[in-house]
């Protein structure tokens, strides 16, 4: 069991943004019964699976509330082996997609720096 410190430095992820993905449920920590004189929250090793998981699909381009429903069915044993493959392969689609759109919008923007670069203004 860590305390947020410890966690912060461990994963790399600021003590803010480790409250941030508390407070928008993506894990809980818990209070320790035995201890009440202090109102300190302590993570598992299981939270820092999850800074992992949050921390790889934010990098992918999945959404705070993509991640959510992921960790949700993920760690809820709900999913099967099969829907998260499909879920990864589906965000692969949109990362596709996306990059397929960028490249449109590059070769426009070649296109109109081409036309400046003809016509001295």
Same mark, same amino acid.
């Given at each position: 069991?860590?305390?947020?410190?410890?966690?912060?430095?461990?994963?790399?992820?600021?003590?803010?943004?480790?409250?941030?993905?508390?407070?928008?449920?993506?894990?809980?920590?818990?209070?320790?019964? *035995?201890?009440?004189?202090?109102?300190?929250?302590?993570?598992?090793?299981?939270?820092?699976?999850?800074?992992?998981?949050?921390?790889?699909?934010?990098?992918?381009?999945?959404?705070?509330?993509?991640?959510?429903?992921?960790? *949700?069915?993920?760690?809820?044993?709900?999913?099967?082996?099969?829907?998260?493959?499909?879920?990864?392969?589906?965000?692969?689609?949109?990362?596709?997609?996306?990059?397929?759109?960028?490249?449109?919008?590059?070769?426009?923007?070649?296109?109109?720096?081409?036309?400046?670069?003809?016509?001295?203004?």
């Amino acid at each position: 069991m860590k305390l947020i410190n410890q966690l912060s430095k461990e994963t790399g992820i600021p003590i803010a943004t480790i409250r941030f993905y508390e407070k928008s449920g993506l894990f809980m920590g818990k209070k320790k019964s *035995d201890i009440k004189s202090n109102n300190y929250t302590y993570y598992d090793d299981e939270v820092v699976d999850k800074l992992d998981l949050i921390r790889d699909a934010k990098s992918v381009g999945f959404t705070l509330s993509e991640i959510k429903e992921l960790i *949700d069915a993920w760690y809820s044993k709900r999913i099967t082996k099969e829907k998260k493959l499909m879920i990864l392969d589906n965000k692969l689609l949109q990362i596709e997609e996306k990059i397929n759109e960028l490249k449109v919008v590059k070769k426009q923007i070649a296109f109109l720096k081409s036309e400046v670069e003809k016509f001295d203004c």
